[in-house]
């Protein structure tokens, strides 16, 4: 064993070499300004000549380290309270530009873009990113430990105007200090970085780090951002009350009022610590979730879309692996999918010098008899070690009528960007332990060790994860427990000059994950993914093809469907599987997913569709499909799913959108309709229907309708 892990060290001492990548100046200098800029994206005020101008930018793709096609310019400016950043996108060929999102937090990896990343600790690990494209609509993200925590759902206070002329497009930011937690310091030094990208060319530029194996989220790579001085974060107190009010109905005859007042108080205790209070806190505006059909023995995982929640989401993780999670924060607040009321809460959270804390308490209502009021409480602390390591402990708690469930986490990272001269490595490790009131308190243990090296044409994964028989955070997420994991992944990413129609090829000799019982080591299930041959073109597109080998052990009959049980046993299934996805830049765009083979005593083909059509830059149009066909010795079964989405976004600051979705197991269709109005940047109007209509029996029955208008509004103090 040790042989082989000495040749796999030294295969990766010869075939990856390189120096890191910077370009001088790598320090931009932030002009004070007392002139008053008017938000317009046309940067004709005097401060903008008068501040230092960048233009040494680099590209990432598709010619590492050749120079842009088109010039590209970056500004900072301030005031006492507000940062400012300007940009000049100029392009020889303005009428290819490609911009179809206008939609808050769109998604800007099909247009043509600029992203900031700031990180104001200047910690080698943790940034705000702000994203704007030619039509001024805006996207934001809160990045921990560069890039492992992209937190996507967090809407900070902030604005971004753009216009395009025959020269370019041009942007301008203005974030107010307040949105940004930082020291205060006499001579502040932040880092930051900047990426272009000009989607007809396909051509990603970068100001520093623009090497492959980079991606703008290594803020280890980042530029400096100095000459801040006496700034002020001007809000001490937010005020964020809302007032909701509409009506239900469950059997279309008695309509029901829904009213509801409350809100959040948000405190800043120091400049980088941070508390939130909320009362009677509502989520009536969020989207629902997909409903899907589960074809495995195991739980489905759904991401987090209540606000409250998402900020500092990623500061309370703890990953065991396998997705697993000691605090998964939708085990407060619903319950099979129904929402439960919350009375309120309270959350401490920041950074003092290179500690980060975090301490969250929430409090529910009870419904009927089967649901008690209960506490849910988290504590989190995490210590920065060297330039990009940290170790941490987490400590969740769930109390109800006397009944507590308690777990205990520690964890650590080890990351460098300097393996190999300039290679990335990162290392973690973590252990968990449950204590629950009226369970038994042994064989509750968790564990992950993972290594990963994550570069440009090699990819190497490596991790081993064991779940004991009682382990149980009450608080998180398990797929399933009383197992040890262990998984490995090779991958490949060539990029061969002599072909010029590929930008990269995408090779994987190795994925495996092997489950043994924790308990018994005896095997549980095997999964084995080979791919040889996939490939992304200059263009854009991408095709994948897999070949899967599985070996699943029954210990006892599984229920799949209504009408199919698969008894107990051991199964080997084969598998094929082909991935086709045009660029999704162009105005319509689509993907092809198929997958076919044995499946426990039968066959299962798999085929998932999905198009994206965008008419224009306020009308964006999606829909998927997705089927499965099964086969067995004496019945065939076919499950569908269906979606849909249209957007119509009038402005940066108003939109409607319609959702819907039906599968033939639950035989409903749930449809979704929604305005969302910005009057001021961090208040909000929503209005809001939705509908679940039942299907079975080849008619509509309107069986639920929810109408209701929602106003919160932003007070700084």
């Avoid at 009428?95 to 808050?104: E, G, T």
């Avoid at 970068?206 to 700034?231: C, H, P, T, V």
């Avoid at 549980?524 to 854009?540: D, H, K, N, W």
Wanted: aromatic content about 14%.
């Amino acid at each position: 064993m040790m042989r082989k892990l000495f040749l796999l060290v030294v295969f990766f001492q010869i075939a990856l070499f390189s120096e890191a990548q910077r370009s001088y100046p790598d320090t931009l200098h932030a002009y004070y300004t007392e002139q008053k800029i008017d938000l317009d994206g046309k940067l004709t005020e005097e401060c903008w000549q008068n501040a230092m101008h960048i233009h040494n930018f680099t590209q990432r793709e598709l010619y590492e380290g050749e120079q842009p096609t088109e010039r590209t310019e970056v500004a900072i400016v301030y005031t006492t309270n507000t940062l400012y950043i300007g940009f000049w996108g100029y392009d020889s060929e303005p009428d290819k530009i490609i911009a179809q999102k206008m939609k808050r937090d769109f998604q800007w990896g099909t247009d043509d873009n600029f992203e900031v990343i700031i990180s104001t600790f200047n910690d080698n690990r943790n940034g705000y990113l702000f994203v704007t494209n030619p039509n001024g609509a805006r996207a934001d993200v809160l990045i921990s430990n560069e890039g492992e925590g992209f937190n996507k759902s967090w809407n900070g206070v902030w604005d971004v105007a753009a216009t395009v002329t025959d020269e370019g497009w041009f942007a301008e930011i203005q974030i107010p200090f307040s949105t940004l937690k930082f020291k205060k310091e006499e001579n502040l030094v932040w880092g930051i970085n900047f990426e272009r990208n000009i989607r007809y060319k396909r051509e990603q530029i970068m100001w520093q780090g623009w090497y492959r194996i980079y991606e703008l989220e290594k803020i280890s790579q980042a530029g400096k951002l100095d000459g801040l001085q006496n700034i002020k974060s001007k809000k001490k107190v937010e005020l964020k009350p809302y007032i909701s009010g509409g009506v239900e109905t469950l059997d279309e005859k008695k309509w029901d009022d829904r009213y509801k007042i409350g809100g959040d108080v948000n405190i800043d205790i120091t400049p980088t610590l941070k508390l939130n209070m909320t009362v009677n806190t509502d989520f009536a505006q969020v989207e629902s979730d997909r409903a899907r059909i589960n074809l495995s023995r195991f739980s489905l995982y759904y991401p987090e879309k209540r606000q409250f929640f998402l900020e500092a989401k990623d500061l309370f993780q703890m990953n065991m692996g396998h997705r697993n999670q000691v605090f998964y924060s939708r085990t407060i607040g619903l319950q099979d999918g129904q929402e439960i009321p919350i009375y309120g809460g309270a959350r401490l959270f920041g950074k003092e010098n290179r500690t980060s804390v975090g301490v969250m308490s929430i409090q529910t209502a009870s419904r009927g008899d089967s649901v008690l009021t209960t506490n849910y409480s988290v504590a989190r602390v995490r210590q920065d070690l060297g330039n990009q390591s940290s170790i941490g402990a987490i400590v969740t708690s769930k109390l109800l009528n006397g009944r507590y469930n308690i777990v205990y986490g520690a964890d650590f990272t080890y990351s460098t960007s300097k393996i190999f001269n300039d290679k990335n490595l990162i290392i973690n490790g973590a252990v968990a332990q449950s204590q629950t009131s009226d369970s038994i308190n042994q064989r509750n243990f968790s564990y992950k060790f993972s290594l990963s090296y994550p570069n440009d044409w090699i990819e190497y994964d490596l991790a081993i994860v064991g779940i004991q028989q009682n382990f149980n955070p009450e608080m998180g997420f398990l797929r399933r427990n009383n197992y040890r994991m262990y998984y490995t992944e090779l991958q490949f990413n060539p990029r061969p000059k002599f072909w010029p129609f590929f930008r990269n090829l995408n090779l994987k000799p190795l994925d495996i994950n092997y489950y043994v019982n924790e308990e018994t080591n005896q095997l549980e299930s095997i999964f084995y993914e080979l791919r040889p041959f996939g490939f992304v073109t200059r263009s854009g597109e991408v095709t994948e093809f897999n070949v899967q080998w599985l070996f699943d052990r029954l210990e006892e009959p599984f229920e799949l469907l209504d009408t199919i049980v698969i008894p107990e046993g051991e199964y080997w299934d084969t598998r094929g599987e082909v991935q086709l996805e045009t660029f999704r830049g162009r105005k319509l765009s689509g993907e092809i997913f198929l997958n076919w083979g044995k499946f426990y005593t039968g066959k299962r083909t798999r085929l998932s569709l999905s198009g994206n059509y965008s008419v224009n830059k306020h009308w964006n149009l999606s829909a998927e499909w997705n089927r499965n066909f099964l086969k067995f010795d004496e019945l065939d079964f076919i499950t569908d799913e269906l979606g849909g989405r249209v957007i119509y976004a009038y402005n940066p600051k108003l939109n409607t959108s319609m959702f819907g979705q039906w599968n033939n197991e639950d035989d409903e269709i749930l449809l979704n309709f929604r305005i969302n109005w910005i009057p001021k940047i961090g208040s909000d109007f929503y209005f809001v229907v939705n509908q679940v209509i039942e299907t079975s029996n080849g008619h509509l029955r309107f069986t639920e309708t929810t109408i209701l208008a929602k106003l919160i509004w932003r007070f700084a103090i």
